[in-house]
């Protein structure tokens, strides 16, 4: 209680002393008036007018500095098509047997990589070569045939000078006793010896000729022969190449489904190869995306399993949608019809050299941006 007292009697001490400053940010006591009041509101204006100053000015900058990158940025906008509506794609062949047989070897898996030519699937070739060794014996008999009615022909042929030479001498004779008929040195009987002999003869030509018209008839006949069996051993050899089956192009094999001992008929599918050294990117642009869009344009190729970029260029522009091609394509003039924006498929190859390793392969996901200028 007494320090209390002496506090309070201090204070107005220290208050009236030379060494006393006014504190505005201090507390007043209650009742007194404040000695900063006047001050505050001037001091305040003053900061809020320079803040809104400064951040006026900031907008004017950043307003004139979009002004400036708005027609740069709108002309790089208008430059490009890009779709995430692609993949990659490719030839896949088909691997298939031409003729009927048993398989006795298959040379690769699922997933080796093959070069063209390579064998694939080997099947049993000794029914094809005993066909070959029958069709060789076809062959040669034909070609002997074809001799025979050759050398039969040329038979023909000089048994027909042999009936003109006789039918020359006949005939020279009946002229000659013609004369002697006429002359009454010859008896009628005998010149009608020498007429009969003389048409005798003329007929013995005739004949002759047929025969030799029918030996060289014969002729054609016979090389027919040798021609369709020319054929039929060329088809022989051709069935037991067929018993070796090869890749058709580089690429890899995929989905196998013959197996040793399978007993396979023609057309009957062993596998698959899928093509490498021949790839694309099939993109399917919106149609408001090909106004500008034309082939030989540069193109950008993003491909998400590589995280990286190709380059390639604008191939082929579609024909149709892709609607178009589907099993069951769409008929706006029956029913409702709600218009729906399409997308046609734009072939973009790539450019060569980018894929040594032959890494990239269809089906792959890729995000294709066709430079319009």
């Known amino acids: 209680m007494d320090i209390t007292i002496a506090a309070e009697a201090r204070a107005p001490a220290r208050q009236s002393s030379s060494t006393f400053r006014f504190d505005a940010d201090a507390p007043q006591p209650p009742g007194r008036p404040d000695a900063g009041a006047s001050e505050r509101p001037p001091l305040r204006a003053a900061n809020l007018l320079r803040m809104l100053t400064l951040r006026g000015a900031a907008a004017l900058l950043l307003i004139a500095a979009a002004a400036a990158a708005a027609p740069p940025l709108w002309n790089y906008l208008q430059s490009y098509q890009s779709t995430d509506d692609a993949q990659i794609d490719g030839h896949i062949d088909p691997v298939s047997s ?77 002229h000659r006793y013609a004369v002697l008929l006429d002359d009454q040195v010859v008896a009628p009987e005998q010149y009608d010896q020498f007429a009969a002999a003389a048409r005798v ?17 014969m002729i054609a006949a016979r090389e027919a022969d040798v021609h369709a069996a020319a054929a039929a051993l060329d088809q022989a050899l051709l069935n037991l190449s067929y018993t070796t089956i090869h890749a058709p192009a580089n690429g890899i094999v995929g989905k196998r489904g013959v197996q040793l001992g399978s007993r396979i008929q023609p057309g009957q599918t062993l596998m698959f190869v899928t093509e490498t ?62 218009k729906v924006v399409q997308r046609l498929p734009v072939r973009i190859v790539f450019l060569p050299g980018q894929d040594p390793g032959h890494a990239l392969h269809p089906g792959m996901s890729v995000e294709p941006t066709v430079w319009l200028r």
């Open 98 to 174: 031409r003729i009927e047989g048993t398989v006795v070897r298959v040379d690769v898996e699922d997933d080796d990589r093959v070069r063209q030519g390579q064998r694939l699937v080997q099947i049993d070739p000794r029914d094809y070569e005993v066909a070959v060794d029958r069709a060789r014996a076809r062959l040669e008999l034909a070609a002997a045939q074809a001799a025979s009615a050759r050398q039969d022909y040329r038979s023909k042929l000089a048994n027909v000078g042999e009936a003109e030479a006789e039918n020359f001498r006949a005939q020279r004779d009946a």
């Open 277 to 338: 050294d021949d790839i694309w990117v099939t993109a399917n642009f919106k149609e408001t995306q090909l106004a500008r869009m034309r082939p030989g344009q540069r193109a950008t190729i993003h491909v998400d399993t590589f995280g990286r970029n190709y380059q390639g260029v604008v191939r082929n522009m579609p024909g149709a949608s892709g609607d178009r091609f589907s099993l069951l394509p769409p008929e706006n003039a029956t029913g409702n019809y709600v």
């Open 201 to 217: 003869d003329a007929a013995r030509v005739d004949s002759a000729r047929e025969a030799a018209e029918s030996a060289l008839k």
